[in-house]
Nanobody, 115 residues
Framework: VQLQASGGGLVQAGGSLRLSCAASGIMFSIDVMGWFRQAPGKQRELVAVSDGGSTNYADSVKGRFTISRDNAKKTVDLQMNSLKSEDTGVYYC???????????WGQGTQVTVSS
């Protein structure tokens, strides 16, 4: 199983970025897809998750970020609007193919928001 993330970069505060993540090597549908992030000196935190028909967001990104997925293509995107400097960090996509199975991680993509 491989996850390939893309879309990070440098953006000014108030701007937008869209992250994408494509999973390969999984023959069946994926239960859980989502994004974590890790800021310098901080623990990795959950940003957004799509679990079947439901989505959940960290309080800090609600109303600004939107997670979406394409089950046929096995991709998950994260649209990030109204970015703030505190959104800076490395963003990791992840999938949990089935409940109880292991978690697979993407390689991480850097997001830097300048104030």
């Amino acid at each position: 199983v491989q996850l390939q993330a893309s879309g990070g970069g440098l953006v000014q505060a108030g701007g937008s970025l869209r992250l994408s993540c494509a999973a390969s090597g999984i023959m069946f549908s994926i239960d859980v897809m989502g994004w974590f992030r890790q800021a310098p000196g901080k623990q990795r935190e959950l940003v957004a998750v799509s679990d079947g028909g439901s989505t959940n967001y960290a309080d800090s990104v609600k109303g600004r970020f939107t997670i979406s997925r394409d089950n046929a293509k096995k991709t998950v995107d994260l649209q990030m609007n109204s970015l703030k400097s505190e959104d800076t960090g490395v963003y990791y996509c992840y999938v949990v193919p089935r409940a109880g199975s292991r978690v697979y991680w993407g390689q991480g993509t850097q997001v830097t928001v300048s104030s």
